[in-house]
C-alpha cells in the first residue's frame, strides 16, 4: 500500500534509476540497483521533501543540498496516499491546472472573474501606479527622455526655423510658473494642434497660430501646454500606454530600456488624449499663469471658440486628438473670466505678437 514505482536521479549521475519508494511513517525509502547490479537505498527525512510545483501529472520531490536527489512518480494514487500517511504535512497546494477539472460554468465564471479584475486593474489600478511612478521620476531623467523622444520625432515635420525663434521670443516674456526649461518648436502643418513632451518640449502646428488673432490666445495655448508638462501630464500618459514595458524596466531599474521603449513609441505618444481630469488641471494651472502675469483671461474663451467656429461640432475638434474640448471647459473660461480683476496692457508681450503675425503672412 505504501510502496510506489518511481524514477530516482541521485544528483551525481546524469542517468535515472527505476526504483521503489517506499513511506515509513518519518521518512521516506529508495531501493534501487546501480550500474553493477548492488542493491542501493537512500532515505529521505521527511522534513526536507520538497515538492516540485508544475503543470502535468508527473509529481516530483527534491531533497538535499545541491546537486539535489529527486523523485518522478506518475500514479495518480500518490497524492492521496500522502494526504492520508501525513496529514500534519502538505506536499501539494492547489495547481493552475485543477481549475481545467471543474466544470464549464465554473471555468467561465473564472475567466469573467479574471477579465474584470484585469479590467480594474487597467482602468483604475494603472493610472493610479503612472501617477505615482510620474511623481517619483527624475527630473533629469525626464528632460533627457523627452529630448530623445523630440529627436526622434521631429525629422518626420518640417520646421519652420523663423516662427521657432519668434513664438519662443513670445514665451520668454510670459512666467509660465514652473521649474521646467521650456523649449517650442513650431512646424509647418495645417492641423489645428499642438502638444506637450515630457520635460519641456512643446510642438506647436503652424495651422493653430494662423487661426488666431490676438496675443491673449497664444498665450492661452503655450500656458495650458507648459501646465501639462508641468504637473507631468504626458508622462502619466506615456506610462499607462506602455504601462506593461515600463513597469518592467523601471522594475529591472533600466533607465535606458525606459527611454529606448519612449523613443520607438514617439509618434504614437504624441497623440495620446488627455483625459477630462487632465485637461481640466491644465485648465486651471494655465489660468493661474495668466492672472499671475496679469493677461486676460478672454484668451482662453477666445482660443476655444476659434476652434470651436473651425471645426463647428465642438466635439469633432481636430485638437480632441490630444485635448477633449468639451462645453464645460468653455463654460468654466467664461466663468474666470467674469471674476477676473485688473488687466495690464503688456506692450512688450504685442509687438512680439504683431513679428509672429508679419512671419505667418
Not at 513511506?23 to 521516506?28: A, F
Not at 520531490?61 to 523523485?71: A, H, V
Request: charged letters at 25%.
Amino acid at each position: 500500500m505504501y510502496n510506489f514505482s518511481v524514477r530516482y536521479h541521485d544528483g551525481r549521475l546524469s542517468i535515472a534509476h527505476d526504483a521503489t519508494l517506499t513511506l515509513m511513517p518519518d521518512h521516506w525509502l529508495i531501493h534501487y540497483r546501480d550500474p553493477s547490479g548492488e542493491l542501493v537505498s537512500a532515505r529521505w527525512a521527511l522534513h526536507s521533501i520538497v515538492t516540485d510545483e508544475n503543470f502535468s501529472n508527473l509529481f516530483i520531490f527534491r531533497y538535499g543540498e545541491f546537486p539535489q536527489q529527486t523523485i518522478e512518480c506518475k500514479d495518480d494514487r500518490l497524492p492521496e496516499t500522502l494526504k492520508k500517511r501525513y496529514s500534519e504535512k502538505v506536499f501539494f497546494k492547489r495547481r493552475i491546472t485543477d481549475i481545467f477539472k471543474l466544470n464549464n460554468t465554473t471555468i467561465v465564471g473564472v475567466a469573467l472573474a479574471v477579465l474584470a479584475l484585469m479590467g480594474l486593474g487597467y482602468w483604475f489600478g494603472l493610472p493610479w501606479l503612472a501617477g505615482a511612478v510620474a511623481s517619483r521620476f527624475p527630473v533629469s531623467t525626464e528632460v533627457q527622455m523627452g529630448d530623445t523622444m523630440y529627436e526622434n520625432m521631429i525629422r518626420a515635420y518640417d520646421v519652420d526655423e523663423r516662427l521657432t525663434a519668434v513664438t519662443s521670443d513670445f514665451a520668454k516674456a510670459i512666467d509660465f510658473k514652473t521649474h521646467y526649461p521650456i523649449r517650442i518648436t513650431v512646424v509647418k502643418n495645417k492641423e489645428v494642434n499642438a502638444f506637450a513632451l515630457p520635460g519641456g518640449r512643446i510642438v506647436v502646428f503652424d495651422g493653430i497660430l494662423r487661426k488666431m488673432h490676438t496675443k491673449e490666445e497664444l498665450a492661452a495655448l503655450l500656458a495650458h501646454e507648459v501646465s501639462h508638462v508641468h504637473y507631468r501630464h504626458s508622462l502619466r500618459n506615456i506610462f499607462r500606454s506602455l504601462g506593461g514595458y515600463l513597469f518592467i524596466s523601471l522594475l529591472l531599474n533600466d533607465v535606458n530600456g525606459v527611454v529606448t521603449v519612449l523613443a520607438d513609441n514617439s509618434n504614437t505618444l504624441a497623440n495620446l488624449t488627455y483625459s477630462r481630469e487632465l485637461e481640466t488641471e491644465a485648465d486651471s494651472k494655465g489660468m493661474a499663469i495668466f492672472k499671475a502675469n496679469g493677461l486676460d483671461l478672454k484668451g482662453f474663451v477666445d482660443l476655444f471658440t476659434v476652434l470651436k467656429g473651425e471645426h463647428g461640432d465642438v466635439e469633432a475638434l481636430k485638437l480632441l486628438s490630444t485635448h477633449p474640448l468639451t462645453e464645460d471647459r468653455l463654460r468654466a473660461a467664461a466663468a474666470m473670466v467674469k471674476g477676473q480683476g485688473a488687466v495690464r496692457d503688456d506692450g512688450d508681450l504685442e509687438r512680439k505678437w504683431e513679428v509672429i503675425e508679419n512671419e505667418l503672412k
